[in-house]
T-cell receptor, first 113, second 114 residues
């Protein structure tokens, strides 16, 4: 099993460009989420999904969109990139959102110039 | 609002020198406390879940304990390969949009010298 796979691993964008960060899991997990990790800030929740067709906002959702058309995939879209979105982005999944631990991908390192 | 504070920010140990990392938390009701290990350039790797005060979990040289206000990650006779950032996170019983959300601390950077 691959677990949680994120692509690309690195990306450089110019301000105003859009892009999609891909996330796929092969564990048939219902709960998936996106975090960003910034120095001194810890991991912060951007968006999450409790199942196919259901998404909701986390604590820092502005500038990002998500969709969940299948159980396996949970892409994160940057609508118009801004330098403040320079960060490392992690996707995570878990069997449920109550008691089970979340398993993380290895991240996408994104720089906005 | 859930809060998690980890200390120290960084810890340097000699190989074999045991120590503890601290995770203090404030939640409306604890559903679970999670410890993760993160290596440079990698995502967090799950270590332990603790659900109630008094609970303990062990894995090799690591032992996690939980009280009503804090958790400790004890490292016994550490080796250089234990060097990593250790993250603590809590999940509260809060409802609505916060349900299921993990709140993370900023982590403790552990360096073990040979």
């Amino acid at each position: 099993n691959a677990g949680v796979t994120q692509t690309p691993k690195f990306q450089v964008l110019k301000t105003g460009q859009s892009m999609t960060l891909q996330c796929a899991q092969d564990m048939n997990h219902e709960y998936m989420s996106w975090y960003r990790q910034d120095p001194g800030m810890g991991l912060r929740l951007i968006h999450y999904s409790v199942g196919a067709g259901i998404t909701d906002q986390g604590e820092v959702p502005n500038g990002y969109n998500v969709s969940r058309s299948t159980t396996e995939d949970f892409p994160l879209r940057l609508l118009s990139a801004a330098p403040s979105q320079t960060s490392v982005y992690f996707c995570a999944s878990s069997r449920d959102r109550a008691n089970q631990p979340q398993h993380f991908g290895d991240g996408t390192r994104l720089s906005i110039l | 609002e859930d809060q998690v504070t980890q200390s120290p920010e960084a810890l340097r140990l000699q190989e074999g020198e045991s120590s503890s990392l601290n995770c203090s938390y404030t939640v409306s009701g604890l559903r679970g406390l999670f410890w993760y290990r993160q290596d440079p350039g990698k995502g967090p790797e799950f270590l332990f879940t603790l659900y109630s005060a008094g609970e303990e979990k062990e894995k090799e040289r690591l032992k996690a304990t939980l009280t009503k206000k804090e958790s400790f990650l004890h490292i016994t006779a550490p080796k250089p390969e234990d060097s990593a950032t250790y993250l603590c996170a809590v999940r509260s019983i809060g409802g609505g949009t916060s349900y299921g959300k993990l709140t993370f601390g900023q982590g403790t950077i552990l360096t073990v010298h040979p």
